[in-house]
């Protein structure tokens, strides 16, 4: 035997919800203005309305990174040139120019270049 809930006005609650998850609920006319609930026949009209307001957009800044070099010089090509592009590691970012760096460069070549002469003059140098 199944059991059908009874309440005070005498009517029984229906065995099986009209939405599965949900139970049925009857509201008193009484209690129905108390709480505000209308009720209307159903129609396809727009629920849209337009709300302006205020607001701030600001950055994550969880999400920034800081990079600095410990040279001087300036940034001569940018690879990445849009704010919240994706990047991939090992991926350049940008190509920079410094008079140190590429005197450095320059003296070390010389370097290297004055090491194979002293390898061919003298060959029982080890460098």
Known sequence: MDLVPVYDDGSAAAAKP?????????????????????????????????????????????????????FDGYIEKLYVNVTGQQIR?????????SPDLLSTQQE???AFEQLKVMNQVHPWLMF
């Open 18 to 70: 009209t939405v599965n998850g949900y139970a049925n609920v009857k509201l008193t006319s009484n209690r129905q203005q108390l709480i505000g609930v209308q009720t209307g026949m159903t129609e396809v009209r727009s629920l849209g309305r337009a709300v302006r307001t205020i607001g701030r957009v600001a950055v994550d800044e969880t999400r920034l990174y800081k990079i600095t070099t410990k």
């Open 108 to 110: 070390y070549l010389l």
């Open 89 to 97: 590691k090992g991926q350049a970012l940008f190509s920079v120019y």
